[in-house]
């Protein structure tokens, strides 16, 4: 097996060049087959071919978030349709992320288990059959039965995507990687609701649904075809590192990994508010439409797509820490802006100001977290993170769903969504370190020639 600490040098060197190198050392004093299995094993460790699986898993999350789009302007038309109102529609997505905090950790750490890519593609057979049971839905309850079937799914799915990232990727290029989910995940947060508000416009409210279950298919599909199992993963059966325990995980770095749970938390808890009590309140108070709610979200995801990549590339060389509380500072005042809208342009203006805010904090989040975490319990603390973030997402629809029925407006939810905001960037300033010094980091001064030293000891 490759040392590792010969591993680590690769980002600072030229890569090409010390590939080449590397493979005629090997040639002559190993095996053909084992030189070509420690070449792939670097490739793959500095993120050489890594990548490339990135991208396809970011393509794949694309086409599924076209389909997931197609339905989000249709929701608060659907809900007034079946005569629920701000508490109904609160307890619908409340259930979606109630399931998603029961599940979350125990499918993330079955991804540790049994590897990434089965838990991602039978996720996404719930996801489909839960928007078939959407589109035939006639009352509250079936929706709201069909929205804990997608939480449960969404538990395993979007924690291995990450978990997948976090091994496909060394802390130099983490950043990068997770700004390119994301931006696969935006994609999809644009093209959807546009697509699905023209559809709804004319051709009625259910098939969105429909079209979103065969879109979900069509994900499983390719991602079947376009992304493989981790290598670490499918060696697990002759080389298994131990795995350290979730506790002993926290236990190294207690005070961050709080501080990225509130800032999480926050995060969510802002989503929560706009997507129930202000899409309700544009629909009953401005007479907003699914058309003008898929433009809507179609800014915010246009400015995400641009950000996520720029801000994931800007953590990697500049830090998370100062992009995860300025990020959390201006959700504040995207929140403050929403309050006080008062038609579809001021609308579209605070939500590419919230955009903004979520690029610089949402990738960085993700990849502090993937920094401090030991690779054997990626699983297993991306769910636990999900936990925390649906934790938000169950509060926030409540609580912002009851208080628009009793006022008749979102206004105060959205304050109180931008001071949860406000405190999860102070928690982070206060709390988060300013550089992250990995194990595998102490080793990357070490002198070229001794690395190759210890190589050949080995």
């Known amino acids: ?39 792939s094993e670097i490739e793959e460790e500095t993120g050489h071919t890594g990548m490339y699986q990135v991208v396809m ?13 197609f ?15 701000g508490i109904e529609l609160g307890i619908l997505a409340a259930s979606f992320a109630l399931t998603r905090i029961l599940l979350a950790g125990p499918l993330g750490g079955l991804s540790d288990t049994i590897g990434r890519k089965k838990i991602l593609v039978y996720s996404l057979l719930g996801f489909a059959a839960s928007n078939i049971i959407y589109a035939f839905a006639q009352d509250a309850w079936v929706m709201v039965i069909a929205r804990a079937m997608e939480g449960a799914v969404s538990a395993g799915f979007f924690p291995a995507a990450n978990a997948f990232v976090s091994d496909m990727t060394i802390p130099e290029n983490r950043g990068t990687a997770m700004g390119y989910l994301s931006t696969g995940n935006m994609v999809g947060f644009v093209v959807g609701p546009v697509i699905g508000g023209v559809l709804a416009e004319y051709l009625g409210i259910r098939l969105p649904f429909i079209i979103a279950a065969g879109a979900t298919l069509f994900t499983m599909l390719l991602l079947t075809i376009l992304v493989k199992e981790p290598k670490r993963k499918a060696f697990a059966g002759k080389v298994k ?4 325990p979730v506790r002993e995980v926290l236990s190294r770095a207690y005070s961050a990994y709080g501080a990225l749970g509130v800032a999480m938390f926050a995060n969510m808890f802002a989503i929560g508010v706009l997507e129930v009590a202000f899409m309700l309140d544009a629909v009953v108070r401005f007479g907003i439409g699914p058309l003008e709610i898929g433009e809507f979200f179609g800014v915010i995801g246009v400015c995400m797509i641009v950000g996520n990549v720029g801000f994931g590339k800007l953590s990697d060389v500049s830090g998370r820490k100062w992009l995860i509380v300025a990020g959390a500072m201006i959700g504040t005042l995207s929140m403050l802006m929403f309050a006080t809208a008062n038609g579809v342009y001021s609308f579209y203006v605070a939500g590419a100001v919230l955009s903004i805010g979520m690029s610089m904090r949402g990738p960085a989040i993700q990849a502090m977290i993937a920094d401090l975490t030991d690779p054997s319990a990626y699983g297993s603390i991306m769910g636990l993170f999900g936990a925390i973030s649906n934790s938000a997402y169950v509060v926030s629809p409540t609580m912002s769903g009851y208080l628009f029925d009793l006022d008749g407006n979102a206004i105060s939810g959205l304050l109180i969504a931008g001071g949860v905001s406000l405190v999860g960037g102070l928690v982070a300033g206060v709390a988060l370190p300013g550089d992250i010094k990995k194990k595998d980091d102490i080793t990357k001064e070490e002198p070229l020639e001794e690395a190759i030293g210890n190589i050949a000891n080995e």
Request: with cysteine; hydrophobic share 45%.
């Open 57 to 69: 898993l970011s393509f794949s999350l694309s086409i599924l978030q076209i389909g997931f789009g």
């Open 1 to 39: 097996m490759i040392n590792k600490k010969f591993i680590v040098l690769i980002p600072k060197l030229q890569k090409e060049y010390l590939l080449r190198a590397l493979e005629c050392f090997l040639m002559e004093y190993t095996s053909p087959e084992s030189a070509s299995d420690i070449l």
């Open 71 to 85: 339905v989000t302007p249709v929701f608060p038309v659907y809900i007034t349709e079946l005569g629920m109102g």
């Open 241 to 244: 590192p131990p795995k350290v």
